[in-house]
């Protein structure tokens, strides 16, 4: 594998950089307080729009879709998008403004590989416009969501119609006021083969019987103004043609959608953890205890060097994976896929909890964004499949291929 940044990317990562800069950085608080000063705290704040459109006039826009699906997307490989997806994990809000956030990010790559012309024409361009956003509806309170053949919702053809009934939990991105359309996973066969019983298919939100219950926190955060959402489906009615693919194709098209997710999340939280990294560099040479700068002490310089390695270790897993997704497909990539969902959370984790020590109280505070990006890492240890689920699928398959 070759580990220069192509020039297509590198071209892309300075443009980034720059806006990042010159537009995101600066009003990294004024961002806060908008949320936080929100008279609806689910409605994105007005500053977003504006930088979204600097942000497409800056031709920094829908870059996570790959080749395949130009013409929409800036058609870049997974080993193109992964450093400038870092860079926007950096400021965890900015990737909205590059049309790369999740869980949209997903439904769109869902719409453009199996939306039909009509599916395309509702929800896929106006997703790939930034004009509406969406969510992707799997987990349900009853049951544990991280075996999805366990997933209750059912989906009952009807005539020219398909019936939903269930409840849904951390439905992320449901609570926006611009959340227009969910994915929904559900059970049209109780009877048909355990990963054959699951399909999925598009509700928009306003549809009768969609109830918004509530929003859940995560650690502690709501995530305004995206939000995670508790939904009910009471007899939910949307036309057959909602369906996806066809009955029965939930669990593949879950399995392809979630395999870029978990890779951008990677990627972001590589980005992440390398903030963290970079304010704690700064913090303990400023900071005077015991007559000298905190970085003078060798137990901090120790940790600092660690902190290092951890990110370059995984950001180089994270690289080998994207590398792979893009030369060999997703599903033949699953064990790296699976490998760095297991190592880069939990790294994440680790990292930022040594740069929130040095920083003292202050790395709890909110003037630093180290407790919010801890909590985020500290989720995705669960979001996208569980790191236990992911080993036992991996050490599954490494000791089936010894064997084989
Ligand atoms: C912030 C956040 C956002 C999310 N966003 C979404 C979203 O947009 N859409 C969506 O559908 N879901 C979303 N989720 C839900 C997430 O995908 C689930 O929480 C996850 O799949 C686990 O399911 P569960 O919570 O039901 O845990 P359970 O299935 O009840 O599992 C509980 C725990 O059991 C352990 N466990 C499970 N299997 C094994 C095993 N084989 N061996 C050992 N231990 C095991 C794990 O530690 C696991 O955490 C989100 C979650 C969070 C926290």
């Not at 709501?222 to 996806?244: I, K």
């Amino acid at each position: 594998m070759n580990f220069d940044y192509s020039d297509k990317s590198q071209n892309l990562i300075d443009r980034l950089q720059a806006f990042m800069d010159e537009h995101i950085y600066p009003v990294e608080q004024e961002y806060i307080d908008a949320v936080h000063n929100n008279p609806n705290r689910w409605s994105t704040p007005p500053m977003i729009e504006a930088l979204k459109q600097k942000a497409k006039d800056a031709g920094l826009w829908n870059l996570f879709l790959p080749e395949e699906y130009l013409p929409y997307g800036a058609g870049l490989s997974n080993l193109e998008y992964a450093p400038l997806c870092e860079l926007m994990g950096r400021v965890m809000w900015s990737s909205e403004v590059f049309n790369c956030s999740a869980p949209d990010t997903g439904n769109m790559e869902v719409l453009a590989r199996y939306g039909s012309e009509e599916d395309k024409k509702k929800w896929l361009v106006p997703l790939l416009e930034g004009e509406i956003r969406s969510a992707f509806a799997m987990t349900e309170p009853a049951v544990a969501s991280s075996d999805a053949t366990n997933i209750e919702t059912s989906i009952t053809r009807d005539g020219d119609e398909y019936v939903i009934n269930g409840v849904k939990w951390y439905t992320s991105g449901a609570m926006n006021a611009n959340c227009k359309i969910m994915v929904v996973m559900g059970k049209t066969d109780t009877s048909a083969p355990r990963h054959q019983q699951q399909s999925q298919i598009l509700v928009p939100m306003d549809t009768k019987g969609v109830t918004v219950i509530r929003p859940m926190a995560a650690m502690g955060h709501y995530d305004e103004p995206v939000g995670h959402a508790e939904v009910s489906f009471d007899n939910v009615r949307v036309p057959a043609a909602n369906l996806l693919v066809g009955e029965g194709e939930g669990f593949a098209i879950a399995q392809g959608r979630l395999g870029p997710g978990r890779i951008h999340h990677c990627m972001r939280l590589i980005g992440c953890a390398q903030r963290a990294l970079d304010l704690a560099c700064e913090r303990v040479e400023n900071r005077i205890a015991f007559g000298q700068p905190l970085s003078k002490q060798q137990s901090i310089r120790e940790r600092i060097a660690q902190m290092h390695c951890d990110i370059e270790q995984a950001r180089l897993l994270t690289l080998k994976a994207a590398d792979n997704m893009d030369r060999y497909g997703n599903k033949v990539s699953k064990n790296i896929i699976a490998a760095i969902k297991i190592v880069a959370p939990k790294m994440a984790c680790n990292v930022i909890d040594q740069a929130i020590q040095m920083h003292g109280a202050a790395g709890t505070s909110q003037d630093f964004i180290l407790a919010a990006t801890y909590a985020y890492a500290r989720t995705i240890r669960l979001a996208d499949g569980p790191d236990e689920v992911h080993m036992m699928q991996l050490g599954r398959n490494l000791i089936k291929d010894a064997n084989a």
